[in-house]
């Protein structure tokens, strides 16, 4: 099966801080992706990337930041949080392909900014 | 932006009873998935049905996709007090390369 792991399920941050958060994949999935989840708005895709390196704006980049440094990690970066940032965050990998793969989420990490 | 609309917003049914979602989209996709959340959880994959299929089933699970009032039902039969979750469409596109997902149904089963 495949396992995204997201290192933090909750955290608390201040405002102006810098926050990290972590997802490791281990199927080898070439496609990974931040995604905020906030109460009727749905899921928002902060990033993705399809390659080491590689990253592409989704919906919502703003006040965010990735970095894709070995295939099986992709970090989302708060440069400096603010309290509209407090959310659910979903980190989800997938094959590459045209068509359309399946996406493997993580548990979700809750971030909470004071 | 939200491609996927998901009707109705909340569903509350007693166990044994059967449970529709719906899903609609707004321009051509080459699949849609669905997906499960239980609260506080990340999604689960449930299935995915490609543009040139009208219908697909897994278990109590019946998908049925119409491109061209471009929606989509989800069905499940014999619901069971643990189907309580949140239930989200997600359309696939290749012109854009995303999966763009809906605000999702929550079901809630009565045992």
């Known amino acids: 099966d495949v396992k995204v792991t997201q290192s933090s399920r909750y955290l608390v941050k201040r405002t102006g801080e810098k926050v990290f958060l972590e997802c490791v994949q281990d199927?080898?999935?070439?496609?990974m992706f931040w995604y905020r989840q906030d109460p009727g708005l749905g899921l928002r895709l902060i990033y993705f990337?399809?390659?080491?390196?590689?990253?592409e704006k989704g919906d919502i980049p703003e006040g965010y930041s990735v970095s894709r440094e070995k295939k099986e990690r992709f970090s989302l970066i708060l440069e400096s949080a603010s309290t509209n940032q407090t959310s659910m965050y979903l980190c989800?990998?997938?094959?590459?392909?045209?068509?359309?793969?399946?996406?493997?989420f993580g548990e979700g990490s809750w971030l909470t900014v004071v | 932006s939200q491609q996927g609309e998901e009707d109705p917003q909340a569903l509350s049914i007693q166990e044994g009873e059967n449970a529709t979602m719906n899903c609609s989209y707004k321009t051509s996709i080459n699949n849609l998935q669905w997906y499960r959340q239980n609260s506080g959880r990340g999604l689960v994959h449930l299935i995915l049905?490609?543009?040139?299929?009208r219908e697909k089933h897994s278990g109590r699970l019946r998908v049925t996709l119409d491109t061209s009032k471009k929606s989509s039902s989800l069905l499940i039969t014999a619901s069971r007090a643990a189907d309580t979750a949140s239930y989200f469409c997600?359309?696939?596109?290749?012109?854009?390369?995303?999966?763009?997902f809906g605000q999702g149904t929550t079901l809630q089963v009565k045992p």
């Open positions: 199927m080898d999935h070439e496609n």
């Open positions: 049905i490609r543009s040139n299929e």
């Open positions: 997600a359309t696939f596109s290749s012109n854009t390369g995303k999966l763009i």
């Open positions: 989800a990998s997938s094959l590459i392909g045209s068509s359309g793969n399946t996406i493997y």
């Open positions: 990337s399809y390659d080491v390196k590689m990253k």
